[in-house]
């Protein structure tokens, strides 16, 4: 409430990873800054999961950032296939880190 009347481009909402977990809280926070602040862009910090960004970005936010995508690439993690894929190379994993990051943008890998 204390940004309402000032003059910011946007704002960004933080404190959310260690409460990734309890979507129904991150969400609910989303809304509450929504109701005060409905008009300009919305970053939450550290919000990467594919499965939830869509609830995310319908609940009104602009934007995200996370590691979780490279993370998920560094175990073999591939969120588009849904298993486990055995890296051997970091250029594999690389790849992996920007396919996921595509999946989770819903986006395709722009230099392939």
């Known amino acids: 409430k204390q940004y309402k009347n000032m003059a910011f481009d946007g704002v960004a909402l933080g404190g959310m990873v260690p409460r990734a977990r309890n979507r129904e809280f991150v969400l609910e926070c989303v809304k509450n800054v929504r109701e005060v602040l409905p008009d300009i862009p919305l970053h939450v910090f550290g919000m990467g999961n594919p499965d ?16 979780s995508y490279v993370k998920a690439a ?9 298993k486990n894929i055995p890296c051997l190379l970091y250029t594999d994993r690389l790849k992996l880190a920007i396919n996921n990051l595509a999946f989770a943008k819903q986006m395709a890998v722009p230099f392939y």
């Open 52 to 67: 939830f960004l869509q609830e995310l970005y319908v609940a009104g936010v602009s934007s995200t950032d996370s590691s």
């Open 74 to 82: 560094a175990e073999g993690q591939s969120w588009q296939l849904g």
